[in-house]
């Protein structure tokens, strides 16, 4: 059992950043080299994230306990007893801060997703993967649709101030969403196919217009909520300055660094290099009144070193370096079993983490052969899925006999909103290779000729399973894949080209069977999911990063999406999402092949205590300490020694 709360002594800094300077927190003059905006920066979800910069020689930074944002003077390091450091988010030297951006790769700043990173900039609400709860931020008070589900209105905390002390209003909201949509930034071209206009009624009252449809009716209401969480609200005065230094350019306020930026939340730019970023508390944080936390944070730092990968990473979270990890560790569990490390994670015992994504494998069904269900659901059910979890994720996933396959990810919130007794008999056993074997006779597929393999419309079943090199859990569960295959008769070569071979490949449909992580826990899942997985509407693009990259098309399954975004009541959202999963499971467009925590969620308790852990009253995920409603964990933080 690992231990908790113990009274250990905090491990010393044992190397500092010698002469380090502090930058200035101006315009430096150098850009980032986007083009178009909204890019989330976050882990790739692989077993050895790397950047090409060496890893951190400490995991101090070279910053005094006094606020000397801009000073360029040499000042002593961060004091232990005040600083949370953290691993697995930042890979690379900061390039901008610039939520705008489509190249922005500033982990602890800019992460809009559907769980935003809220250090620095802050969402109206955060998401709660808990409890599937949007929690007031900036907003005041719930969200409200008008009759017909055409408009949102969302009042601002009269208590929400920027950094430069001026309150956060309705018109900074609509500001926001006019720069994205007028600079055209990757997350403004999505969002006005959803969000037709946002208005500003007054100081306090913003409503989000959605985009209708020739009836009258909101083209997709899930959608447009999902913003509600996810966009980062910029300042309108900023943004004006920002687009007047830029003579109104789009190209160049998108590539606009914004390291003066203006922003919201409790924490602020204070210095970053190739070895670490840091932020500083903002000790006028609004966020201390009684209307929101009622006080601060209590880590006046927090600092990511910058590593060159998962080992060197992993090296100074088990050192105590680190206190906050987001990084895949094999037998994570021999840490403290073993080791005897004070080490935790959110689960006392296997799976360990709050497990959201599924990392998918997706049949090109254009593809002869791949286009039978009988190819795809013996491939299916030959796979050893115990081996995948205890080998692959070293027991860090639940199995599917714990959490059965569906469209759902295995949180209670989720789980709750589809019928497993009704899908009971579409399920099949782990690794079963004599019915897949017989699916396969009964079909009429057969080694004809005893090679071992077997034929189609007389051609050898022969195919190439990729992801990316280096993703090791990837690729260690493609070959179990490959295993599968040949237990079967089927001949599957794994395949593993460079990231961007693998991306392009994927998204332009040049590949026989990938593997892809689906989306995580949003507002807008499941349906985003059942779209990922199903849905033909990415059957005609070009280039495809969004979903069913295999091209499989059902006249049901599009039915039921095109329904589900205007439907309310839960139980006829309950009965979709089942038929959806029956579908899912009847003719195997893609198979789950794990569940995967959507970030990994590992504490070192040498210094800091009192993290979010399973069944301990707060109601706060395992997010990081960073993402959505995970950012509340600063503010229970306490101190081991003292």
């Not at 009252?205 to 909101?218: H, N, P, R, Y």
């Not at 959202?573 to 579908?583: C, G, H, N, Q």
């Not at 467009?589 to 009192?610: A, D, G, I, K």
């Amino acid at each position: 059992m690992k231990k908790r709360n113990m009274k250990v002594l905090a491990l010393l800094m044992t190397v500092t950043m010698a002469g380090t300077m502090l930058a200035g927190c101006g315009d430096s003059g150098s850009t980032s080299t986007s083009s178009s905006g909204g890019a989330t920066a976050s882990s790739s979800g692989t077993a050895d994230a790397s950047s090409d910069t060496t890893a951190a020689s400490s995991s101090t930074a070279d910053a005094s306990s006094e606020d000397t944002t801009g000073s360029d003077d040499v000042v002593g390091e961060l004091p232990r007893n005040e600083t949370l450091y953290f691993a697995g988010q930042q890979w690379g030297t900061v390039n901008d801060y610039n939520p705008m951006s489509a190249n922005s790769n500033n982990a602890m700043v800019i992460a809009q997703g559907d769980a935003s990173r809220v250090l620095v900039y802050e969402t109206l609400y955060m998401w709660n993967p808990l409890d599937a709860k949007m929690y007031p931020l900036l907003a005041d008070g719930d969200p409200v649709w008008n009759d017909n589900r055409t408009e949102i209105t969302v009042k601002i905390k009269a208590d929400a101030k920027w950094n430069d002390g001026t309150p956060v209003t309705a018109k900074d909201v609509a500001a926001t969403y006019h720069a994205h949509v007028d600079y055209n930034s990757s997350t403004g071209a999505e969002m006005k196919s959803y969000i037709a206009d946002v208005v500003a009624q007054d100081d306090s009252t913003v409503v989000f217009k959605l985009t209708t449809d020739d009836s009258g009716e909101a083209v997709n209401p899930v959608l447009a909520e999902r913003y509600l969480p996810m966009l980062y609200i910029m300042q309108e005065n900023y943004l004006k300055t920002v687009a007047d230094r830029n003579n109104n350019d789009a190209e160049a306020i998108k590539m606009d660094k914004m390291d003066d930026l203006v922003t919201s939340g409790p924490y602020k730019k204070y210095f970053d290099n190739d070895q670490n970023v840091v932020l500083i508390r903002d000790d006028n944080y609004w966020g201390q009144a009684d209307s929101m936390w009622g006080k601060l944070p209590v880590p006046k730092y927090i600092s990511h070193p910058i590593f060159k990968d998962n080992a060197a990473a992993t090296t100074a979270f088990q050192n105590g370096d680190i206190d906050v990890a987001q990084i895949f560790i094999t037998d994570l569990q021999k840490l403290w079993l073993e080791q005897d490390l004070p080490i935790s994670t959110y689960v006392d015992e296997a799976p360990y983490q709050l497990c959201m994504t599924m990392p998918t494998l997706f049949f090109n069904t254009e593809v002869e052969g791949l286009d039978q269900v009988a190819v795809r659901k013996a491939i299916a059910m030959a796979v050893d899925y115990d081996q995948v979890i205890s080998s692959a994720m070293s027991g860090q996933s639940p199995t599917f006999a714990d959490v059965p396959r569906s469209v759902m990810n295995p949180t209670d919130a989720e789980q709750a909103m589809v019928d497993q007794d009704a899908l009971k008999e579409y399920q099949w056993s782990n690794a079963d290779v004599e019915g897949a074997k017989k699916l396969l006779d009964d079909a009429g597929i057969v080694d004809t000729d005893g090679d071992g393999i077997r034929e189609y419309n007389g051609k050898n079943l022969s195919y190439k399973a990729e992801c990316p090199t280096g993703w090791s859990d990837w690729n260690a569960t493609l070959e179990i894949v490959a295993a599968a295959g040949k237990n079967i008769g089927i001949n599957i070569e794994t395949y593993f080209p460079e990231a961007a071979n693998y991306s392009t490949d994927y998204s332009t449909g040049n590949f026989e069977i990938t593997m892809q992580s689906g989306p995580g826990t949003s507002v807008a899942n499941p349906y985003m999911r059942c779209r990922f997985f199903m849905s033909s509407d990415y059957n005609d693009l070009e280039v495809n990063f969004s979903g069913n990259f295999g091209h499989y098309q059902n006249d049901r399954v599009d039915e039921i999406l095109a329904a589900i975004p205007h439907e309310t009541d839960d139980a006829k959202l309950k009965d979709y999402y089942t038929e959806l999963s029956k579908i899912m499971l009847e003719d195997c467009p893609c198979v789950p092949l794990m569940y995967r925590p959507q970030v990994f969620h590992e504490v070192n308790e040498s210094v800091w205590t009192n993290y979010p852990q399973k069944d301990d009253g707060t109601n706060v995920p395992p997010m990081d300490c960073t993402d959505g409603y995970g950012v509340a964990a600063l503010y229970n933080l306490e101190l081991i020694d003292g």
